[in-house]
T-cell receptor
Framework: SQQGEEDPQALSIQEGENATMNCSYK?????LQWYRQNSGRGLVHLIL?????REKHSGRLRVTLDTSKKSSSLLITASRAADTASYFC???????????FGKGTLLTVNP | EPEVTQTPSHQVTQMGQEVILRCVPI?????FYWYRQILGQKVEFLVS????????KSEIFDDQFSVERPDGSNFTLKIRSTKLEDSAMYFC????????????FGQGTRLTVV
């Protein structure tokens, strides 16, 4: 299955700092998605980057994708306390009718 | 903004009872999913549904589980005989078109089996 592995498992930063989370995967993909989950809530789609893209921006989010290394990173700039959540990557491709989530990165932004 | 809605938000049931979790996906979406998350663990895929049939299911989705789209708007997950280990958050999700696109998740139903 196409499950991503996020690193680090936990990250604690101060408000205003940047946060970088990484994702590695093992199989070829069509795209890779990032999701956020606030504690006990549903996942929220953040951004999708296609396999032929190297970088994508959305507001304070910047995602990179390196298909040769089978890795992606999510950068959140100027973090806020409200960014505190778990972040998951979901590599996607082939004929899979599902997204598979790893354990995620728990980001804590301290005010 | 369109959203996936799930009811109830919390359900408590006796072990062995049947439960039905309900979801209203975003209209005009074509793919529907159920996921579950046991407390403190990762979000696990249960089943995907397209064109009125199951597209893919996980090992978790055994004979005690079933899904149905009884009308044009609802998508349900039935657990026939609940077990203690079925206690979890259950999330419904939908996607607008073909696979490999973003999924929109509901806020979940917390199922507690006692």
């Amino acid at each position: 299955s196409q499950q991503g592995e996020e690193d680090p498992q936990a990250l604690s930063i101060q408000e205003g700092e940047n946060a970088t989370m990484n994702c590695s995967y093992k199989t070829s993909i069509n795209n890779l998605q990032w999701y956020r989950q606030n504690s006990g809530r549903g996942l929220v789609h953040l951004i999708l980057i296609r396999s032929n893209e190297r970088e994508k921006h959305s507001g304070r989010l910047r995602v990179t994708l390196d298909t040769s290394k089978k890795s992606s990173s999510l950068l959140i700039t100027a973090s806020r306390a409200a960014d505190t959540a778990s972040y998951f990557c979901a590599p996607s491709g082939g004929s899979n009718y599902k997204l598979t989530f790893g354990k995620g990165t728990l980001l804590t932004v301290n005010p | 903004e369109p959203e996936v809605t799930q009811t109830p938000s919390h359900q408590v049931t006796q072990m062995g009872q049947e439960v039905i979790l309900r979801c209203v996906p975003i209209s005009n979406h074509l793919y529907f999913y159920w996921y579950r998350q046991i407390l403190g663990q990762k979000v696990e895929f249960l089943v995907s549904f397209y064109n009125n049939e199951i597209s893919e299911k996980s090992e978790i989705f055994d004979d005690q589980f079933s899904v149905e789209r009884p009308d044009g708007s609802n998508f349900t997950l039935k657990i026939r005989s609940t077990k203690l280990e079925d206690s979890a958050m259950y999330f419904c999700a939908s996607s607008p078109r073909t696979l490999n696109t973003e999924a929109f998740f509901g806020q979940g139903t917390r199922l507690t089996v006692v």
